[in-house]
């Protein structure tokens, strides 16, 4: 069945899980958003913000708790953000990049880089 933005609407956790696992990827990156520092929010005058890679975040929960560090990738699909000296060892040793859920994450600062996002943060 095709993706229904009307579904958004449903209070069933059946519809919402729908609404989540059949989205495109365009409507999947506005759900990766993470809660902005006190700072920040007063002077954007948002709570949250999509997340981008090349922001600095601190984490708040988990086994990386209090770290902090920058955005290095973003995986949509999986709704997972990769930060930069957060890794696990593998049984062999090798090093792979922890996966985080954007609400265990805190944005301290964000990569105002981009132009279109600057003017989307100062607009509302």
């Known amino acids: 069945m095709t993706w229904n933005p009307g579904w958004k609407a449903s209070t069933q956790v059946r519809k919402q899980r ?3 696992y059949n989205a495109p990827q365009h409507v ?4 990766l958003a993470a809660h902005l520092t006190d700072e920040l929010r007063e002077k954007l005058k948002h709570r949250s913000v999509p997340l981008r890679t090349g922001d600095k975040v601190k984490v708040m929960r988990g086994r990386f708790r209090g770290k902090v560090g920058k955005v290095s990738r973003i995986n949509v699909e999986e ?20 996966a985080l859920h954007p609400s265990n994450l805190l944005i301290t600062d964000l990569d105002l880089g981009d132009r279109r996002r600057q003017e989307s943060l100062r607009g509302a």
């Open 18 to 20: 729908k609404y989540r």
């Open 28 to 31: 999947l990156q506005g759900l």
């Open 79 to 98: 709704g997972r953000v990769f930060v930069e000296g957060m890794e696990l060892s593998k049984k062999d040793g090798t090093k792979i990049s922890a």
